[in-house]
């Protein structure tokens, strides 16, 4: 079992930075980290993940030129989130999965999830 746990968030306004983090218990078996974000009233959506190996980074279109992913270290990534948006406001979730073959972009396929971090864009 891999406990991870988020921290980072808060408010901010628009057109600001915020940089969250992901510390994980164990990274031996595991083959991607990635982050999700849950606005209320919607589904959990992909922001982004890293293949944790190689550190080969993705991210998800709406995120793709003001977000980055990146490792610290072998316990710890980073979300690095620029120019934010009030539609940027939700509960930012760090997940893991030590599956080689899975979707990355569906939250089904990370058996390990942190609890959360809020993050809220005021306008």
């Known amino acids: 079992q891999v406990q991870l746990v988020e921290s980072g968030g808060g408010l901010v306004q628009v057109g600001g930075s915020l940089r969250l983090s992901c510390t994980a218990s164990?990274?031996?078996?595991?083959?991607?980290m990635g982050w999700f974000r849950q606005a209320p009233g919607k589904e959990r959506e992909f922001v982004g993940a890293?293949?944790?190996?190689?550190?080969?980074t993705f991210l998800g279109d709406s995120v793709k030129d003001r977000f980055t992913i990146s490792k610290y270290d072998e316990n710890t990534m980073y979300l690095q989130m620029n120019n934010l948006k009030p539609e940027d406001t939700a509960v930012y979730y760090c997940a893991a999965s030590p599956i080689w073959g899975i979707s990355m972009t569906n939250s089904a396929d990370y058996p390990y999830w942190g609890q959360g971090t809020q993050v809220t864009v005021s306008s």
């Open positions: 890293i293949r944790w190996g190689p550190g080969r």
């Open positions: 164990d990274t031996f078996s595991l083959y991607f």
